[in-house]
Every structure is written in structure tokens, then in C-alpha cells.
């Protein structure tokens, strides 16, 4: 957008004369004047409580950055991708800042308490406020950085006037909000949530890490749901189906935190064993063959199963592993394969050394002569 473009579009032949008078007035501007020009016309449509005129200036406003952007840009000679991006970031700034200037409500007329006239005030300026809120909440992004909860908290304290105020705060003192822009505001929330961005671990971290109202708390709530479907339900009654032995509202912060610190150490050692199971079947079909010939693979063809330490006593102590040989499989075939399980269980318990006292059994049973061959070793610090 170079300079010898309009800044409106004006058509001379067609337009009235104060039209074309605000044209040839904006490009005689600098781009600076001309967002002052801008913001202290909106001020005034503002000061009137002209909603149309507002909702027109607030858009006239993009512009000028704009402008000034793709200037800058040319005037450098090389071409910058995120011109339009960094325009409209400072376009959502600047108007951001003037919404909690513009007037909140109006009067409209009169009243009585009793036999007291008082004055009647109800909303003002809805759809240029809601054209300011529908902008900023775009750059609330589903993680939970600094400036995504600075964004969620400016659209809630639209919402809700003060509630991220501090008690000894009058910021917000007096601010009015009507019903029908609450309604408007929390379409907007709808909206984004359904934008598809904010898959149902996002939402959940904002529903946990962020104080809110109810009602958009209803609406993050019912979001998740949506995105995650099925399998986030199923989830849900699962996890809470582990968890109601425990009974976490009832139990002390000190129970709570030795839980998730046991639950953290089970899923560690799960993890290392189930990489031993990977290793001993590997998946793909090329990994399979030759798992019948002795000596000719080390892929451990049988079922196998693990066994851990009970709690709290022998976990993290022991692990069995048993392979359960297919019918048809000879002896010979059978001790190679227990040979190899042994192999693998070597070369996986050298690279165990954090986890020391940790006995690793192995049992290979069944087959055409029902073998039954059994080992174990254990887990010892590597010597210097």
C-alpha cells in the first residue's frame, strides 16, 4: 500500500463535499497526524455516543499503520512478509488501549425510587466495543504464555468489570455492562473456542491455571468436551476410575504429593520396561523373519508378560519378564529363544544404572517339551 493510493475511498464525481474535503485533509497528513486526526474524531463520536460513526473510525484507524508499515518496508528496499501482521498488531494495541476510555453508558432518561427522580443509564457504544473485543481476542492463543492470559484477562474484565482488580483497586469502580453485551461477549468466547486451535489438554490448563467467571467457565468447559469427543470422555471416567481409591478431596496436600511422586516413578519404570518389551518385538514384518531359525535372529517370537514389585516395599526392586513359547515350538528353538531374551535383558540393564538393586528375573516357558528356563540379574553401579 504505497502512498500515491488513497487513504479513503473517496469518488470525487459521487461523493459529497465533506467526504472529499476529509480526503485531500488525511493525505496532506503525516501518518502520524493522521492516527491523531483519527483518534480524536473517534473521541468525539465517542463523547456524542455516535455508535456508527465510532464503529467507521475504529476501522479508519487499521490504516495509517498500515500505510506506515508498507512505507517503511519500501523505503528500506526489501520485501517484509509480516507488514500486514505487524500493521494490524499495532492497529489491535492502540485500539485495546482506548477501550476502557470510550463512555460505558448513557443516560436515557429518567427514573423514581420512591418519589426521588433519579437518572436511567443503559448501554452505549455496543457495537464499536464489541468490534474492539472481536479483534483483541483473536491473539488469545491456547498456550498459556504472559501475553495470552493478559489478553484473556482484558476480554474478562470486559465481561466482568474488576475481576482481575485488585480489592483496593477503583479502576473499574461504577463501570456498567448490560446483559445483552455479557451475551455478545460470550459468543465471542465461543467463537474462538470453536476456532480449533484449542485442543482439550489446552483448555484443560486454562480451566485449571485461570481464575474466571462461571459462565465462561461453562463455556471453556463444554469446549473441551466438544474438541475432545469419545475419547476424552472415555478418558475422563477412566482416570477417574484410578483415582477413587484414593479419593483426592479427601485426602491432605502432603498424600496428594506423595502420590503424584509414586505415580511419576511407576510411569517412569513402566516406561523403561515397556522399551525392553519393544526391543525384544520389534514391530515390522522384516524383524519377524528368520524368528524360527536358531542363531539367525533376536527377535523373541512367544507372548511375553511383565511382573513388578508390590507397593510400597519391592516396587522399582524387581522386574519379571515371562515368555510364554507358541505349542509348536521345539526345545532347541526354545533355548535359543531364551537366549536371546537373556541378551536383550543384559544390554538393557547396563544402560539402568540410576535405578541400582534392581533385580530383573526372566522365565521361558512352555512349547512341544514344556520347557521351563528361568534367570536373573541384577542392577549394580558401574565401576569406575
Not at 255 to 274: G, P
Not at 278 to 289: D, H, K
Request: one cysteine or more.
Amino acid at each position: 500500500m504505497s502512498d500515491h493510493q488513497p487513504f479513503l475511498k473517496v469518488e470525487p464525481s459521487v461523493a459529497g463535499y465533506r467526504d472529499i474535503l476529509a480526503q485531500v485533509f488525511l493525505e496532506s497528513l503525516p501518518e502520524a497526524e493522521r492516527i491523531v486526526t483519527i483518534e480524536a474524531s473517534l473521541r468525539k463520536a465517542a463523547e456524542a455516543h455516535n455508535d456508527d460513526a465510532c464503529l467507521k473510525l475504529v476501522e479508519l484507524l487499521r490504516y495509517p499503520y498500515d500505510r506506515e508499515e508498507h512505507a517503511r518496508a519500501e523505503a528500506t528496499d526489501k520485501h517484509f512478509p509480516n507488514v500486514t501482521e505487524r500493521a494490524y498488531l499495532r492497529w489491535c494495541e492502540h485500539i485495546e488501549r482506548l477501550y476502557w476510555q470510550l463512555p460505558d453508558k448513557r443516560r436515557t432518561g429518567d427514573g423514581y425510587i420512591g418519589d426521588k427522580r433519579v437518572d436511567r443509564f443503559g448501554p452505549t457504544l455496543e457495537k464499536t466495543k464489541l468490534k474492539i473485543l472481536g479483534v483483541v481476542i483473536h491473539g488469545w492463543m491456547p498456550e498459556l504464555t504472559n501475553e495470552s492470559r493478559r489478553i484473556f484477562r482484558f476480554v474478562v474484565n470486559c465481561y466482568q468489570p474488576g475481576f482481575y482488580a485488585s480489592p483496593a483497586s477503583n479502576a473499574f469502580e461504577g463501570k456498567f455492562i448490560s446483559r445483552e453485551q455479557k451475551e455478545e461477549i460470550e459468543k465471542l468466547f465461543r467463537g474462538r473456542m470453536g476456532a480449533g486451535s484449542f485442543g482439550p489438554d489446552h483448555i484443560s490448563q486454562w480451566l485449571v491455571e485461570e481464575e474466571m467467571p462461571d459462565k465462561i467457565r461453562d463455556i471453556l468447559i463444554f469446549a473441551r468436551a466438544r474438541s475432545g469427543g469419545w475419547e476424552l470422555a472415555k478418558r475422563d471416567i477412566r482416570n477417574a476410575e484410578l483415582l477413587e481409591p484414593f479419593d483426592p478431596d479427601n485426602r491432605s496436600p502432603q498424600a496428594i504429593n506423595l502420590f503424584q511422586a509414586i505415580s511419576e516413578k511407576i510411569k517412569e519404570f513402566d516406561q523403561r520396561a515397556v522399551g525392553l518389551l519393544e526391543a525384544m518385538q520389534p514391530s515390522g514384518y522384516g524383524n519377524y523373519w528368520k524368528s524360527d531359525q536358531i542363531g539367525a535372529s533376536d527377535y523373541v517370537r512367544g507372548t511375553i508378560s511383565v511382573t513388578y514389585g508390590h507397593l510400597p516395599t519391592r516396587f522399582g526392586e524387581f522386574l519379571g519378564v515371562q515368555v510364554a513359547l507358541e505349542d509348536k515350538c521345539p526345545e532347541e528353538l526354545g533355548r535359543d529363544i531364551f537366549g536371546r531374551a537373556r541378551r536383550h535383558i543384559e544390554a538393557w540393564i547396563k544402560d539402568q544404572n540410576d535405578w541400582r538393586g534392581l533385580l530383573v528375573s526372566l522365565t521361558v516357558r512352555g512349547g512341544m517339551s514344556a520347557l521351563e528356563l528361568a534367570c536373573s540379574t541384577e542392577v549394580r553401579p558401574h565401576k569406575a
